[in-house]
């Protein structure tokens, strides 16, 4: 029986010889180890140290176990710079997540920034590729379809790129471009990224300049890299927003690689195709969305237009209209009073000033136009019969009305938009399959939203070389394919054992998140003590369900 001393009983110092300082310790184990478990699955510090061997015999910690930790920290959602990473470590059990012999202190930014060198000069992209594929084939995945998209990540420091060669292409320039931080006033770097469309991984990943076009890397990627694509994952289409539309891109596509993207809106040729729509020959694909098939030749490519109507972004885009229309009309009847209350030297001058005013106007038309005559005398007062007229000029009179068939006519467009494909053969690729193709391009864009969460690795990157931010971009990208790889094992195994877990309403779902999940795991310690085993605590059945379902080797790092 344990006893509790009173206050006047407690000693001064703890009992020599009990090591209260050493003796026992407590280490935060929580979702680490799934990420940990992830991390073995894949093979990912195997395939790493086969291809950048340590050869420095003093370095305890190898370039792949290195990565690994990173990307524990990155999936830790605290964001840290880098010299902070042995900080994290401090109260996790290291060597269960790494391996035997490795401690926090040996996780410091010296032996983290050779191995940021390391994935450099190796070659991130081609690394990746070797990673994913490899991921992939131990997922047993295999996607119809290959989603493209990129994004930007503002970069804190000076990195003086503009003393630095610009045809110096292997290194990435940290330079100002379209920022989709909406962070202008910052360099940055930019990431493109091809997503497999069954879950969602990265599969190709490939740092750009911070002022690197879309347009042309995107036929850049697909040039030299859509065979691999095809190869090992089976893909058949190229999905893509309306940046891979341009006329150097689909000559170069050809009929040969099939692509789904979306026309952009500014092309002539889909204004036209857009005005000439009827609605009441739409077909319907379900209740959200109607289609019109419009055959097109642009840039050389016989091709299929899908004009789709969405109900929902018809009735957003209906109740920005009215907005609009309240503003343009009172911006437009302003400028027809100013248009009245000038002067002309002749009628015809008038009537063509109202006919080019006209023309701008979208929702006002102009009704009983008439110029009329005003004579200017030379004296001041009411003219008399006899005053002389110094000039004669003319004005204009009518009405301004709101035009009910102008606003029908824009009311037509509402919702609409141009999804196009290569694939002419409808039975084979259908209209219903064109738009779940490419609202798969949200996966990429989910894997974007990730990678810039303020819980994340970094929302900005505070390493000081271009080098080792373009490895550390190919860190945050195995973080994201580390947690979809995971995401996908566990909504499989629920499927295929016709499981449920509670979602964060208590709902049973067989779709749960992995951050879900990894909030389901906060709170799991592990205790060491002097001459026993490890004690795992907290864990409980809703964790061992979990474990269960992805099996072995989960088990052990929380056993």
Not at 303 to 317: D, G, H, K, P, V
Not at 416 to 442: C, H, P, W
Not at 532 to 543: D, I
Request: net charge neutral; aromatic share 8%.
């Amino acid at each position: 029986m344990i006893g509790f001393a009173s206050s006047k009983e407690l000693p001064m110092n703890p009992p020599q010889g009990l090591g209260f300082a050493t003796a026992y310790q407590s280490k935060n184990l929580d979702h680490l180890g799934l990420v940990a478990g992830v991390c073995q699955e894949l093979e990912l510090a195997k395939i790493i140290d086969e291809q950048i061997p340590s050869y420095a015999p003093d370095k305890v910690v190898s370039h792949g176990q290195a990565t690994v930790a990173m990307i524990l920290n990155g999936l830790g959602f605290i964001n840290k710079a880098l010299y902070m990473v042995p900080k994290f470590f401090e109260d996790k059990p290291v060597d269960r997540l790494l391996g035997q012999g490795i401690a926090s202190d040996h996780l410091n930014d010296d032996a983290l920034g050779r191995t940021l060198d390391a994935l450099y000069t190796y070659g991130v992209t081609p690394l990746f590729s070797r990673i994913s594929q490899h991921a992939a084939g131990m997922l047993g995945l295999s996607s119809k379809a290959a989603h493209l998209d990129s994004t930007s990540f503002h970069v804190d420091g000076q990195y003086n790129h503009e003393h630095r060669p610009q045809d110096e292409e292997q290194v990435i320039h940290i330079t100002k471009g379209y920022s989709r931080d909406h962070r202008s006033d910052l360099n940055q770097v930019c990431l493109n990224l091809i997503c497999e469309s069954q879950a969602a991984i990265p599969v190709f990943m490939q740092a750009a300049s911070g002022n690197a076009s879309d347009k042309i890397d995107f036929r850049n990627i697909i040039e030299q890299h859509v065979l691999q694509l095809r190869n090992h994952l089976g893909v058949e289409y190229i999905v893509a927003d309306s940046s891979l539309y341009t006329e150097k891109t689909l000559e170069m596509l050809g009929a040969h690689t099939p692509f789904i993207t979306r026309v952009p809106e500014t092309l002539k040729e889909a204004k036209d195709a857009i005005i000439k729509v009827n609605p009441d020959e739409m077909l319907s694909i379900d209740d959200a969305y109607s289609y019109q098939v419009v055959l097109s030749n642009y840039a050389g490519v016989r091709q299929r237009w899908l004009i789709m109507r969405s109900e929902q972004a018809s009735r957003r885009e209906h109740r920005t209209l009215i907005k609009k229309i309240s503003r343009d009309t009172e911006n437009e009847y302003k400028q027809f009073q100013k248009l009245k209350s000038g002067e002309f030297a002749c009628a015809e001058d008038a009537l063509k000033a109202c006919w080019k005013l006209q023309a701008t106007f979208t929702y006002g038309q102009m009704l009983d136009l008439t110029a009329y005559a005003v004579k200017k005398y030379a004296n001041r007062g009411k003219p008399s019969a006899k005053t002389a007229v110094k000039q004669t000029v003319y004005r204009i009179e009518g009405t301004l009305v709101c035009s009910i068939s102008n606003i029908r006519e824009v009311e037509k467009t509402l919702g609409l938009f141009i999804l196009a494909t290569n694939d002419l053969d409808d039975m084979r690729l259908s209209a219903q399959e064109v738009l779940a193709l490419y609202k798969g391009q949200s996966k990429s864009e989910r894997g974007f939203k990730f990678l810039k969460s303020p819980y994340f690795l970094a929302a900005s990157f505070f390493v000081k070389k271009p080098e080792r931010i373009e490895a550390l971009l190919m860190i945050m990208t195995l973080c994201l394919l580390v947690y979809a790889a995971l995401e996908y094992r566990i909504r499989q195994q629920l499927r295929k054992e016709e499981r449920t877990v509670p979602n964060q309403v208590g709902k049973p779902v067989q779709n749960p998140t992995a951050r879900w999940i990894f909030e389901c795991f906060v709170g799991i310690h592990v205790l060491n003590m002097p001459h026993a085993q490890h004690l795992v605590l907290n864990l409980q059945e809703r964790h061992w369900s979990i474990l269960q379902l992805l099996g072995h080797r989960y088990i052990q790092l929380y056993s």
